[in-house]
């Protein structure tokens, strides 16, 4: 084979590799595994405030999200955010709130994870984005009302 045609057949075969990562949209490739730029399934994770804080804000949204300096005000360091969270204005759009207890799909929080936000981009930022279960976890949360 030239290294034309051979440098064309990897070409293609990448394109192919990265184009199946894209998966259908929900986070899995086509054998339901998580996709490239997408997070395991959080083991163990429950719809307490507290389980998501120890499993999901704690050990990656603070990476951003912590202290005075968080981006947007919304710090989710342990013990603070409930407050940041639960029933709070979004500071570009006050019309829309952070996390509305009962209702997940009207929550700007799981817009943002879920990437169907309309302010800002998808969080985690750049990725990798958490996987649909630890969303239906968090949505879970939220439906219960959100207790603290």
């Known amino acids: ?4 045609k051979r440098g064309t057949s990897i070409g293609m075969a ?6 199946a990562g894209c998966g259908s949209g929900d986070g899995m490739d086509p054998n339901g595994q ?5 997070r395991p399934p959080i083991q163990g994770l429950q719809p307490t405030l507290a389980s998501i804080q120890d499993n999901v804000f704690t050990p990656i949204c603070t990476a951003c999200h912590t202290g005075g ?40 929080l799981i817009h943002k994870l879920e990437g169907t936000q309309n302010i800002g981009q998808r969080m985690p930022l750049g990725g990798p984005f958490l996987d649909p279960s630890t969303i239906a976890v968090i949505r879970q949360w939220i439906a219960n009302g959100a207790p603290q």
């Open 1 to 4: 084979m030239s290294s034309i």
């Open 14 to 19: 990448s394109l192919v590799f990265v184009l």
């Open 69 to 108: 300096g968080a981006p947007q005000g919304l710090q989710l360091d342990a013990g603070v955010s409930a407050s940041k969270l639960i029933n709070v204005p979004v500071p570009r759009d006050p019309n829309q709130i952070r996390v509305i207890p009962g209702d997940p799909d009207n929550s700007f």
């Open 34 to 38: 998580a996709s490239a730029g997408t």
